[in-house]
T-cell receptor, first 111, second 111 residues
Framework: DVKVTQSSRYLVKRTGEKVFLECVQDMDHENMFWYRQDPGLGLRLIYFSYDVKMKEKGDIPEGYSVSREKKERFSLILESASTNQTSMYLC??????????FGPGTRLTVT | DAKTTQPPSMDCAEGRAANLPCNHSTISGNEYVYWYRQIHSQGPQYIIHGLKNNETNEMASLIITEDRKSSTLILPHATLRDTAVYYCIVRVQAGANNLFFGTGTRLTVIP
């Protein structure tokens, strides 16, 4: 059974903190994605990666960075968390051109 | 990617067929229609996709009109566990491009 896991379901951080969100997939997929989901806005792509050490900006990359040192792991980094980054963060992976498999999400609150 | 239009909400009686419509009048010849759903507090789940022929799998059927400007997702016997937000997405299949999730249709299955 395919599996995408995220390091935390719920996270509370203070403004200005550095935040790491981890995502791991066990399907040997090349592509991995980070989205955020906000009420009324649907899912918006932050960054994606199509190979180890490769990354591409999505629609809303500002305030975020990513790291992909191993094929199975894709990390999202908030260098200095702000309250407008309070959101649900979803990680996904896919084989090229195929359907995306999503993790359960991390609900991040920045106070 | 072409945009889609879906009704914001629908109700369906348990055990009956749920028919979820989607308009995608600007779809291009090489774009597929994908359906995902998101159950509350979970990540989105892939359901089905198609190009121009009707498709069926263990979860649902997808009916695409001949002009490909609209489609219908059919859940043949809706259960309470099918209560979710359903997203219709149009995209080119190949490549690591992201999925554009709109606001979807909130389906409520009523006992």
């Amino acid at each position: 059974d395919v599996k995408v896991t995220q390091s935390s379901r719920y996270l509370v951080k203070r403004t200005g903190e550095k935040v790491f969100l981890e995502c791991v997939q066990d399907m040997d997929h090349e592509n991995m994605f980070w989205y955020r989901q906000d009420p009324g806005l649907g899912l918006r792509l932050i960054y994606f990666s199509y190979d180890v050490k490769m990354k591409e900006k999505g629609d809303i990359p500002e305030g975020y960075s990513v790291s992909r040192e191993k094929k199975e792991r894709f990390s999202l980094i908030l260098e200095s968390a702000s309250t407008n980054q309070t959101s649900m963060y979803l990680c996904a992976s896919s084989l090229s051109g195929d359907e995306q498999y999503f993790g359960p999400g991390t609900r991040l609150t920045v106070t | 990617d072409a945009k889609t239009t879906q009704p914001p909400s629908m109700d369906c009686a348990e055990g009956r067929a749920a028919n979820l419509p989607c308009n995608h009048s600007t779809i291009s010849g090489n774009e597929y229609v994908y359906w995902y759903r998101q159950i509350h507090s979970q990540g989105p789940q892939y359901i089905i996709h198609g190009l121009k022929n009707n498709e069926t799998n263990e979860m649902a059927s997808l009916i695409i009109t001949e002009d490909r400007k609209s489609s219908t997702l059919i859940l043949p016997h809706a259960t309470l566990r099918d209560t979710a937000v359903y997203y219709c997405i149009v995209r080119v299949q190949a490549g690591a491009n992201n999925l554009f999730f709109g606001t979807g249709t909130r389906l409520t299955v009523i006992p």
